[in-house]
């Protein structure tokens, strides 16, 4: 049974810092993208940013602005997300994503396989 386990939320003053992690089992890590995802209250699923199989290549959405970094151990199967310069717009549930593919990254919701049951970020002004 694949599994994915965020942790690393909580809450942070505008202009803080948070890393997020997300522990996998369940499956051969290093088969699969990851990606991360937010929900923020009343809005649809975001994409936050994504990962290759190995690490080499990533992609953020377009709020990102080389605020967040995406980075993952194969060794360890899991993925982080560095997140800084928080803003109070960063507040969200964030969910980790694990797509099967060693072809590249994924930046689409819905070409995951597994999701995460997410973690509160919540960032004050």
């Known amino acids: 049974q694949v599994q994915l386990v965020e942790s690393g939320g909580g809450l942070v003053q505008a202009g803080g810092s948070l890393r997020l992690s997300c522990a996998a089992s369940?499956?051969?890590?290093?088969?699969?993208?990851m990606g991360w995802f937010r929900q923020a209250p009343g809005k649809g699923r975001e994409f936050v940013a994504t990962?290759?199989?190995?690490?080499?290549?990533?992609y953020f959405g377009v709020f990102v602005k080389g605020r967040f970094t995406i980075s993952r151990d194969n060794a360890k199967n899991t993925v982080s997300l560095q997140m800084i310069s928080l803003k109070p717009e960063d507040t969200a549930v964030y969910f980790c994503a694990a797509g099967r593919t060693t072809l590249g990254y994924i930046r689409d919701a819905a070409s995951y396989d597994y999701w995460g049951q997410g973690t509160q970020v919540t960032v004050s002004s």
């Open positions: 369940g499956l051969t890590f290093s088969n699969y993208a």
């Open positions: 990962i290759n199989w190995s690490g080499s290549s990533t």
